[in-house]
């Protein structure tokens, strides 16, 4: 059995620190986040999420939805709000496909239910899923505490 705390430390990311750098970048780096974590949430679970191309398809969303928005001419102010909310949609079909891996490999590996909040995963998606993947040693240890088993240290 792997560690708890091994998908944290290889994710490694603070979730203020995404917040503050997805505004920061102007939405590049939730791209460039999503793709490693994408990489190594699958490594680390056994379980793929999603494959390269639909994290491709997301920046192609984001990238030309910004770029159509910039425009004078309503076709190309309606097309990048599609392409907008296209690329949110995809956001948020990720994270409910990431919080499905996530607690089932809780539950396979370490034996206990990871409880995911539905409406924090639609509306604060990737965040909501890094800030779990985060919690995890200590929603394992408040597991523990509630079923009254021998706690470790897990960091």
Not at 11 to 22: A, E, G, Q, R
Not at 67 to 84: D, E, K, P, T, Y
Not at 116 to 125: D, E, G, L, P, S
Not at 132 to 153: F, R, S, Y
């Amino acid at each position: 059995m792997s560690n708890i705390s091994t998908l944290k430390n290889n994710i490694d990311t603070k979730t203020l620190n995404l917040f503050l750098l997805s505004i920061a970048t102007m939405g590049i780096y939730p791209l460039l986040w999503l793709y490693r974590s994408n990489l190594t949430i699958s490594d680390i679970t056994k379980s793929k999420i999603t494959g390269d191309t639909y994290i491709i398809w997301i920046a192609v969303c984001v990238g030309l939805g910004g770029f159509f928005s910039r425009h004078n001419q309503s076709l190309f102010l309606v097309l990048g709000a599609i392409l907008s909310i296209s690329s949110t949609v995809l956001y948020i079909v990720w994270a409910f496909k990431a919080k499905k891996v996530l607690q089932k490999y809780a539950l396979n590996e370490f034996r206990f239910e990871l409880k995911m909040n539905v409406f924090y995963t639609f509306f604060f998606n990737m965040y909501y899923i890094n800030y779990c993947v985060n919690d995890l040693p200590e929603a394992l240890n408040k597991q523990q505490i509630l079923n009254g088993q021998a706690t470790e240290h897990v960091n």
